[in-house]
């Protein structure tokens, strides 16, 4: 049986000032109507049932969560007390979902991508779950095939091909993983027609990954078991903050997927956008007659090639304005041009080093 593990505890800094510590990036609507933390619940369609399905996210998030996701169990939507990255995450959230079904398969993904068609996605992960049913050993994660050289995804390359016999997806051995590239090396992945994206999205069983924390990373599975112990406990709550404090947080690529054997990659079949940075609404949104990405109200006298985005009736007219960022919200505006906008984490660091916490 399937459980999907959506990972929400992000701060989408890149989106400021949109995206806040209260309202992050995957509780916006950036691409269409939903927002998109569920339209990451939706995708799965009827491959899971609503208890099986866990949010896991940080703590001031959970009631939001929980009033977007009324239909979810209350003790599906777990906040993490201090933010330790996603090795931590996933292995709480193992512990969770082995503690309801040992036999479990966990479809693991963030709840900031946009992905489509939802039928290609729900089968693709229905075939990286028989793959893992036919050898228990196996984690299964899926590489989307480049169109450029992006220097800001990592990289898996595959090795030899694996015998699937469902045709849904190509399988392959994962030679080794690989940090962000600088340009020209990405320019050499892509050339080399055997790398993937890292698309952050994993299948396995929960059995398997909670052995290989504790394989990999002994000292934090000592705390992650000590909270896997008190689950529906009424002492679960407080074991959680004790024991999730002393946990050194580090990433699930890190931890696991870089010493990990029995690695399958299966190239994504499916359109994936992993929604980054305000650039990329480009790419999921559509462009006005002048090129401009537009969310909310926008009066363009020559000005091309913008991302404009105004919360409520709020207007922004530009007049010979090009290739720049506009952000309205209700007590920040944010202009910046587009090669630009990867500085906007600076103006959060400095926000945090003013503690002009009204604007973060």
Known sequence: MIHAVIMAGGSGTRFWPASRSETPKQLLRLAGDTVMLQATVNRLGDLVTNDQVYILTNQKLVSAISELLPDLPDTHIVGEPYKRDTAPCIGLAASLVYRSD?????????????????????????AAANLVQDDPRRIVTFGIPPTYPAESFGYIQRADAIENSDAVCDAYSVEQFKEKPSADLAQQYLDAGTYYWNSGIFVWKASTILEALRQYQPEMMVHIDKIGAAIGDSSFQSVLETEFEKIQGTSID?????????????????????????????????????????????????????????????????IGVNDKVIVHTNNATLVADKNEEERVREIVKQLEGLEWDEYL
């Open 254 to 318: 890190y931890a696991v997927m870089e010493h990990y054997e029995h690695v399958v990659v299966m190239e994504a079949t499916f359109q994936w956008d992993d929604v980054g940075s305000w650039q990329s609404l480009s790419r999921t949104n559509a462009l006005d007659d002048s090129g401009n990405t537009v969310l909310g109200k926008h009066l363009s006298i020559e000005s091309t090639g913008n991302i404009i985005s105004a919360e409520g009736d709020h207007l922004i007219a530009t």
């Open 102 to 126: 040992p036999n479990a398969v966990m479809a693991v993904m963030p709840s900031d991508h946009v992905i489509t068609p939802e039928a290609t996605f729900q089968g693709a992960l229905q």
